[in-house]
Every structure is written in C-alpha cells, then in structure tokens.
C-alpha cells in the first residue's frame, strides 16, 4: 500500500501560524490594538496601565454644539436627494407608466411622512439648552422636504397631470353671450 502524499503547504500554514515577530521598541502599538493575552508579559502590563489616560467626559456645552451639528445634518439631508430624485424624474420620461407613477407617489410620499415625523426625528437633539436654536434646525428641515414636494408637482405637471390650461376646466365654463350677431336672432 502506497504512503499516503503530504498535505498541501496550505494545510501546514493553517495548522501552525508563523512565529510573533520580536517587536522592536521604537514603534509602539496602534490605538486600539490588544496583543494576545499569552505575549503580554506583566512587566508590560504595569507599563500600560501606567500610560492609559481616562478620557474626560464632554462638557455641556460641547455636547449641544455636537448635537446642533448633528441636527443640522439631518436638517440638510432632503436637500441631498434631490439631485438623484430629479435625475430619477427625468429618467421616468413624461409618458404614464407605472414605473413613473411610483416614482411620483414616492417623491409626495417621502416628504409629508418625514414632515409628519418631525418631532420623532429630532427628539434625539432636545435639550434645555439648544431647544429654542432647534426651532431653525426644524423650519429648514420642512422647508427641505417642500422642495421634494414641489419636485413632486414640477413632474405631475410635466406628465400633463395638473389642469392648468383653460380646455381643462371646460365643465364648469358657463356658455358665451354674443354682444352683437350677423343675423336677427328669428333666424336663428
């Protein structure tokens, strides 16, 4: 019976990684970076004790200056969308299809949801401090999310779906009154 073959080096490297290389003392260990529990000798453990520092907390001050930035972030954000939401508009084309059409139910969807989800959306960033600064924060975001609505109206009226010339609302035009006629009325 023939000698079974050595397994591939691929097996021999998994089943026994490489030695630790020896760490030279010039460099030293990036932040977040634990070594394994068996390389770490007490002698390192007291010297990195010694050299961790607790991180202060924030300040009140600088936690409402993070907060506005954050609600401003989200504030901005409809704005961001509406250049692929405009390129989306485009792309749709003119003509009724279903595509288009939920596509448009989308961009008047999006809008009134997020509006009605105002005060959820920045409970986060209220505080004592910043709540009479959030009052902005607020308005833009509205005012944000009426530009996505009035991309909204700008596509239904390019579809023809808005009555904005006279022959749309021809039902409720009462009937013309002649001032003068070209034949005595009998004749006619």
Not at 38 to 64: G, L, N, Y
Not at 72 to 82: D, G, S, V, Y
Not at 88 to 107: K, P, R
């Amino acid at each position: 019976m023939p000698a079974a073959p050595p397994p591939p080096q691929w097996v021999l490297d998994i089943s026994s990684p490489p030695a630790p290389k020896s760490k030279s003392g010039t460099l030293a260990d990036p932040p977040g970076y634990t070594p394994a529990a068996s390389a770490i000798t007490s002698k390192q453990r007291s010297q990195a004790a010694k050299t961790v520092t607790q991180r202060k907390a924030p300040t009140t001050e600088e936690m409402d200056t993070l907060k506005m930035k954050k609600a401003w972030e989200i504030a901005i954000a409809p704005a961001k969308q509406l250049p692929m939401n405009a390129i989306g508009m485009y792309m749709t084309g003119n003509t009724l299809q279903i595509f288009s059409i939920f596509m448009v139910f989308t961009l008047f969807k999006t809008p009134v949801m997020a509006v009605m989800n105002l005060q959820r959306v920045f409970a986060p960033f209220e505080a004592p401090g910043i709540s009479t600064r959030l009052i902005s924060v607020k308005v833009v975001y509205v005012l944000m999310n009426m530009l996505g609505l009035g991309l909204g109206i700008w596509k239904v009226n390019q579809m023809g779906l808005l009555p904005t010339t006279r022959s749309d609302w021809l039902a409720w035009e009462g009937e013309r009154t002649w001032s003068e006629r070209a034949v005595p009325r009998e004749w006619l």
